[in-house]
């Protein structure tokens, strides 16, 4: 299913999900949230999709919450409900993160607060040249959310989150792309298809061993050396008895390309 605020598209075991309020630079409300973490379980669960192409409409990528709208107030909620739905929508991040599925980020125009957090939680970003990042949060007094700041300490360290959430610059591709938070960057005019195919290339990929390499990275994130080894020992004999597997050997001896079909 789509609503108008996220569209999905599923071509070639390829999901592109778009955020799509071209006109407030794909800013989060509660109608495109929602879409968002019905688009991830969706992604998460059939079996048709292979890999993700996270991005936005409009040549912008998201620049996080709505401020005009939260500046305009709503009626007041109790904490704990306002606690409940922050919490219910940043499923999404949670998911993109945990899928067994390859999950690329194309970040154009900017990407923002809510809107990087999201694009943090992705395995891969593509950026085009002119992008501008930026974490956001302090300077509209918010402390984070969406995972940004567990996102970015994992993959930065701590100094480096400390500096990024404190101070929040605005940070060019490049200079993202020097420090770690960006896989690559292009010029403007090649991003959307340089990220398709990018993404493509994944959704073409041995599907359940990528799955496990997701997992074997995440599992390093939290779990001890012996559990991680385990883990890689049950997966990698998994992998061995894929027909994707075997047609790669057979490729390999064969001198060709595999053709794989994500079993």
Do not use: W
Not at 69 to 85: D, I, Q, T, W, Y
Not at 170 to 184: F, N, S
Request: contains cysteine; hydrophobic residues 45%.
């Amino acid at each position: 299913m789509s609503n108008d605020m996220v569209l999905q598209q599923l071509e070639g075991g390829l999901l592109t999900i778009t955020m799509n309020r071209p006109e407030r630079k794909n800013a989060l409300n509660p109608e495109m949230v929602a879409g968002l973490v019905e688009a991830a379980r969706r992604a998460a669960d059939d079996s048709e999709v292979r890999a993700v192409l996270f991005k936005g409409a409009g040549g912008s990528f998201c620049v996080g919450g709505d401020v005009k709208s939260m500046a305009a107030g709503r009626a007041p909620l109790p904490f704990e409900v306002k606690m409940a739905n922050l919490r219910r929508g940043m499923e999404v991040s949670r998911i993109l993160h945990q899928m067994p599925k390859p999950v690329v980020a194309q970040l154009d125009g900017a990407a923002a607060g809510a809107g990087l957090s999201m694009a943090l939680s992705c395995d891969l970003r593509i950026a085009s040249e002119s992008c501008k990042i930026t974490t956001a949060f302090a300077k509209v007094g918010f402390s984070g959310d969406y995972g940004g700041t567990y996102f970015l300490t994992q993959l930065l360290g701590s100094a480096r989150a400390r500096e990024l959430y404190m101070m929040s610059p605005v940070l060019t591709a490049r200079e993202a792309h020097a420090i770690g938070m960006v896989t690559k960057v292009v010029a403007d005019a090649e991003i959307d298809a340089a990220a398709h195919e990018l993404a493509l290339s994944l959704a073409q990929g041995p599907s359940i061993a990528l799955g496990f390499i997701k997992r074997n990275i995440n599992n390093a994130e939290h779990l001890p050396l012996e559990d991680c080894f385990d883990g890689e020992a049950i997966h990698h004999t998994r992998c061995g008895d894929t027909e994707d597997h075997k047609e790669a050997a057979k490729a390999f001896v064969e001198k060709r390309k595999p053709s794989f079909k994500g079993a």
